[in-house]
């Protein structure tokens, strides 16, 4: 269903639709001619997992929702702004008995879920002096105050929460595949430092030697222009290049049969101009910046193509971009080994917060190390202690037994003459 689509999509997945918002558009295609055609079962599609901390959660409110026919019904007209504005979220008041039973339960036990997720936290900080209900105000996907009734108040926090964190996902994605750039960088800087100036020159040669070798691969089309789609059109879907058409090509890479290219199905597009640069096999490539290479990519085809900003592509919006300019005569396109992730500015100010922390972590580790060698030196202390009590109370227990034992004479008999 739209509303489904639409929510989930929106933060960078796609959960099979049960409902369409638009109709099918009908064309032919000769699938005879397109190489290892499967069908579709959206029955046995699964939804991947988010990243979200609540992923199960969500994922199971939506399948229960759908159960319910009037807020399936109201949710296949919902817009995008109708979703994210909660304004939907007050049909939740008209659903099923049953329904609201079931949400009820998966409300506890989340509650619950993220109670052992404090107490497990807790215990590994050795403080169990914070208030639990203090705690869970953090978690802004449910409503804390109420822990027993999923009420309409969760249903909007639950989605505002899930679009606020999946709109900045990628931003957090670009963010980490930086750090990841710069940490390389410092590490084989950190390395050249350990070797001698002719081992350093040699590593330095192997080093642009595997840069140029990277950077040596075929030219990459556009992504979304009629040259990268046609590619896919002839190579994966072998059929004419003469004979490509934009509405057939978007139905036979609607994999799910939706209406709409989503961002998985969009990614999957760019497959042949990746492996013109990445091969797992070679060294110089690294399938990080392979990833990283992707999500450009797609993020380039929704800012050109999705024109409501609902991270969906429909047939009319992909229909409008190949009419443009840029999808017949599109720019070059720049690969990561085209472009420089950071400057000498960045990666100094990085290694100087590595270095914060490792700091912080080997004055952690020294405290650590003095408090061992403290329990150390008191067992030590304790032992001998125990020891020297042991000897104490022998040497009681011989004096006690010498006194209990009459002296006898030279013959052995007793010095006391018996009475």
């Known amino acids: 269903m739209r509303w489904r689509t639409v929510l989930l999509q929106y933060y960078f997945l796609l959960v099979t639709c049960l409902l369409t918002a638009l109709e099918a558009v009908p064309i032919d295609i000769d699938k005879t001619k397109v190489k290892n055609t499967q069908p579709v079962d959206s029955a046995k599609i699964e939804p991947p997992d ?62 619950a879920r993220l109670r052992m997720l404090i107490k497990a936290k807790l215990d590994s900080l050795q403080d169990t002096g914070i208030d639990h209900h203090a705690l869970l ?75 140029k070798k990277h950077e040596n691969h075929p030219k990459v089309n556009h ?104 999808f017949l005569e599109p720019d070059s396109w720049e690969t990561l080994d085209q472009q420089q992730f950071f400057t000498e500015e960045e990666l100094k100010e990085y290694e100087n917060l590595i270095s914060l922390q490792e700091n912080e972590l080997k004055k952690k580790a020294d405290e650590l190390q003095k408090q061992k060698e403290e329990l150390q030196r008191q067992h030590d202390q304790l032992e001998a202690q125990k020891l020297e009590y042991h000897q104490v109370v022998q040497q009681m227990e011989q004096k006690k037994l ?7 004479g030279p013959g052995g008999e007793s010095k006391f003459p018996h009475i």
């Open 402 to 408: 010498q006194q209990e034992i009459p002296p006898s």
């Open 50 to 111: 988010t990243g979200l901390y609540y992923d199960e959660y969500l994922k199971q409110v939506i399948d229960v929702l759908e159960t319910d026919n009037h807020f399936r019904e109201k949710l296949q007209k919902a817009d995008i702004e109708e979703i994210k504005s909660g304004r939907l979220s007050k049909e939740l008041d008209l659903v099923s008995h049953h329904v609201r039973t079931k949400l009820d339960e998966l409300k506890r036990q989340e509650v």
């Open 223 to 326: 992504p979304g222009s009629k040259d990268q789609l046609k590619e896919v059109w002839e190579e994966t879907d072998g059929l004419d290049p003469n004979d490509f058409d934009p509405k057939t090509f978007f139905k036979l890479h609607d994999v799910n049969n939706d209406g709409f290219l989503d961002e998985q199905e969009l990614e999957a597009l760019f497959t042949k101009e990746l492996e013109k640069v990445y091969d797992p096999k070679n060294e110089e490539d690294d399938m990080v910046e392979m990833e990283e290479e992707r999500l450009r990519m797609r993020e380039h085809v929704m800012n050109e193509v999705d024109a409501n900003k609902d991270r969906l592509v429909t047939l009319e919006e992909f229909l409008k971009a190949t009419e443009k300019k840029e």
């Open 137 to 211: 105000k953090q978690f802004d996907h449910l409503n804390h105050l109420n822990p027993d009734k999923f009420e309409s108040t969760d249903l909007d926090m639950l989605i505002k929460a899930a679009t606020s964190d999946l709109e900045h996902y990628d931003k957090t994605r670009h963010e980490e595949f930086k750090k990841y750039e710069m940490m390389k960088e410092h590490e084989r800087r950190e390395y050249l430092k350990t070797l001698n100036e002719e081992k350093r020159k040699e590593e330095e040669s192997k080093f642009e030697e595997m840069k």
